[in-house]
């Protein structure tokens, strides 16, 4: 397993992890992230200079590092 600092540069990475909150809790709770904007306010909120980005395991080789 490879962890990495997220991309937040990276626009594509920040729309599949986005998509990524919506299609993986709408089943169980769909109120969680109902659509693809509340879904990107909570990854961008997350990507602060106060904030840990860490992801693991799908960030693809060569993608860009802050």
Do not use: Y
């Not at 990475?13 to 299609?23: C, D, G, K, Y």
């Not at 709408?26 to 509340?38: G, Q, S, T, V, Y």
């Amino acid at each position: 397993m490879r962890i990495t600092n997220f991309p937040i540069q990276n626009q594509e990475m920040i729309e599949q992890s986005a998509n990524l909150l919506v299609e993986g809790f709408k089943e169980h709770w769909p109120n969680a992230w109902p659509d693809l904007d509340a879904a990107l306010e909570e990854v961008r909120g997350s990507c602060g200079d106060d904030r840990i980005r860490r992801t693991r395991g799908w960030a693809p080789e060569g993608c860009p590092r802050r």
